[in-house]
């Protein structure tokens, strides 16, 4: 159950981040987050309306005891497709620990706080 092969996580959708339980925190955004071993990158791309984000950033070290050390270094804003602004970021560097991950359905804890569901995008 919490073996992941480098190869097996490829694509997933981020279809829950809360920091608490209250469920006035959730708000319904299409966010895609994506790892690759092989390039040592993650990016995390998000679509609000005619908005798109996308914020990419290296993976600090490999999979190790279930957890995932990542660090986002840009950020680039998209308006009906077309890139309108972008920065360099000097964002904290973040651990996904986590508890549950299948063939479908990964769950993890943030070092940012709060729990994150992914659910794998074929």
Request: charge should be positive.
């Amino acid at each position: 159950m919490m073996s992941m092969q480098k190869n097996a996580m490829p694509h997933w959708l981020l279809i829950l981040h809360v920091t608490s339980l209250v469920t006035s925190q959730y708000i319904p955004v299409r966010e895609e987050f994506a790892i690759s071993f092989s390039t040592k990158k993650v990016t995390l791309k998000s679509d609000v309306g005619f908005f798109s984000f996308l914020i990419s950033g290296d993976v600090i070290d490999d999979f190790k005891d279930a957890k995932l050390n990542f660090q986002f270094n840009t950020v680039d804003a998209y308006l009906f497709g077309r890139r309108f602004w972008g920065k360099e970021s000097n964002s904290k560097p973040k651990t996904y620990t986590f508890f549950h991950v299948d063939s479908q359905i990964a769950a993890a804890r943030s070092s940012a706080g709060g729990f994150s569901l992914l659910l794998r995008n074929s």
